[in-house]
């Protein structure tokens, strides 16, 4: 029986959270920018550690909060599915602090919301847009030490445009969600060498 495990990629407007999915499953990025106005889901398949996993990965159009409630979820189209997902990538751009800060908030509502499973649920977050790294708002360091102490939370940088580190965020993902409840300490996986066949990535 293959596993089906549920990702919400969230961030603010323009950050590249379709740029990311699409590098990860097509291996093709897009320069023009194409707001995403509702929310899509991509199906993939990935072999991590000789198992295989399906993937229900959504790509959620920037939303003002984390949905509360199941209610408020059903009633906005662009959450379905967000309040259950198995895990949570986080993106931002390391050039806008703006979109930092709305990370940290929809990470504090996943906390608030989850009810106490939230220790458990995998956050990945993660800095977008490394080729301009001349032009970020803060030294990674920091902000690797504030998300992996502080929030508990994995955390890789990566270029959607260049396809840097696109695989290996997702398989740090996975690596947190399938050993869930292990420290994160434990958990950080190295990259060895991924195949893109079709649809289906070994990683």
Same mark, same amino acid.
């Given at each position: 029986?293959?596993?089906?495990?549920?990702?919400?990629?969230?961030?603010?407007?323009?950050?590249?959270?379709?740029?990311?999915?699409?590098?990860?499953?097509?291996?093709?990025?897009?320069?023009?920018?194409?707001?995403?106005?509702?929310?899509?889901?991509?199906?993939?398949?990935?072999?991590?550690?000789?198992?295989?996993?399906?993937?229900?990965?959504?790509?959620?159009?920037?939303?003002?909060?984390?949905?509360?409630?199941?209610?408020?979820?059903?009633?906005? !189209?662009?959450?379905?599915?967000?309040?259950?997902?198995?895990?949570?990538?986080?993106?931002?751009?390391?050039?806008?602090?703006?979109?930092?800060?709305?990370?940290?908030?929809?990470?504090?509502?996943?906390?608030?919301?989850?009810?106490?499973?939230?220790?458990?649920?995998?956050?990945?977050?993660?800095?977008?847009?490394?080729?301009?790294?001349?032009?970020?708002?803060?030294?990674?360091?920091?902000?690797?030490?504030?998300?992996?102490?502080?929030?508990?939370?994995?955390?890789?940088?990566?270029?959607?445009?260049?396809?840097?580190?696109?695989?290996?965020?997702?398989?740090?993902?996975?690596?947190?969600?399938?050993?869930?409840?292990?420290?994160?300490?434990?958990?950080?996986?190295? !990259?060895?060498?991924?195949?893109?066949?079709?649809?289906?990535?070994?990683?």
């Amino acid at each position: 029986m293959v596993e089906t495990l549920s990702i919400a990629v969230i961030g603010a407007p323009a950050v590249g959270k379709t740029s990311i999915i699409r590098q990860f499953i097509y291996q093709d990025f897009c320069e023009a920018y194409a707001p995403t106005r509702s929310r899509l889901v991509h199906r993939p398949a990935v072999i991590l550690n000789g198992a295989m996993y399906e993937l229900k990965v959504l790509d959620v159009p920037p939303i003002s909060a984390f949905p509360s409630s199941s209610s408020q979820e059903w009633l906005d !189209l662009r959450c379905r599915g967000v309040r259950n997902a198995n895990a949570y990538i986080l993106v931002y751009d390391i050039c806008c602090v703006e979109s930092f800060e709305y990370v940290k908030m929809i990470r504090q509502q996943i906390m608030d919301t989850r009810e106490g499973s939230s220790s458990e649920v995998p956050i990945l977050v993660v800095g977008n847009k490394r080729d301009l790294q001349r032009q970020r708002f803060t030294p990674r360091r920091a902000v690797s030490v504030l998300v992996k102490k502080t929030w508990k939370c994995g955390y890789v940088e990566c270029s959607a445009k260049f396809n840097w580190h696109v695989v290996l965020l997702f398989k740090e993902l996975l690596g947190i969600a399938v050993s869930r409840g292990a420290r994160q300490n434990n958990t950080s996986i190295r !990259l060895q060498g991924a195949l893109q066949r079709n649809r289906c990535t070994i990683m």
